[in-house]
C-alpha cells in the first residue's frame, strides 16, 4: 500500500486562528475566489447580504491567478488589512 500526502508545501509554517469580529457592521470583508464558472454571481449576491443584512462596510472582491493553487503573496499581503476573509470556491 502506498500512501500520498495531499499537502501542497513541505514543511508549511502553522499559524494562529484569527481574533473573532465582536461585529460585521462597518468591518471590511475580503473575498478570495478560485474564478471558476459561475462564482461572479454568488459572490455578488454574497455582497449584497453582507452589506444589507449584516451592515459590513465593504466587500473587497479578489481572485486567484490560478484556481488550483495557493494565492499569490501579493493578495494575501493584501488581506492584512481586511477585517474578515473568505475563501470563496465554485464551478
Given at each position: 500500500m502506498r500512501v500520498l500526502d495531499p499537502s501542497h508545501e513541505?514543511?508549511?509554517?502553522g499559524f494562529a486562528l484569527?481574533?473573532?469580529?465582536?461585529?460585521?457592521e462597518g468591518a471590511t470583508v475580503g473575498v478570495i475566489s478560485n474564478g471558476k464558472e459561475g462564482t461572479k454571481g454568488f459572490f455578488a449576491a454574497f455582497e449584497q447580504?453582507?452589506?444589507?443584512?449584516?451592515?459590513?462596510?465593504?466587500?473587497?472582491?479578489r481572485t486567484k491567478s490560478n484556481y488550483s493553487a495557493p494565492a499569490d503573496a501579493g493578495?494575501?499581503?493584501?488581506?492584512?488589512?481586511?477585517?474578515?476573509?473568505v475563501a470563496g470556491i465554485g464551478d
Open positions: 513541505e514543511g508549511a509554517v484569527a481574533t473573532r469580529l465582536a461585529a460585521l447580504v453582507m452589506k444589507n443584512r449584516y451592515g459590513v462596510g465593504e466587500v473587497v472582491l493578495l494575501l499581503e493584501e488581506a492584512k488589512s481586511w477585517d474578515a476573509l
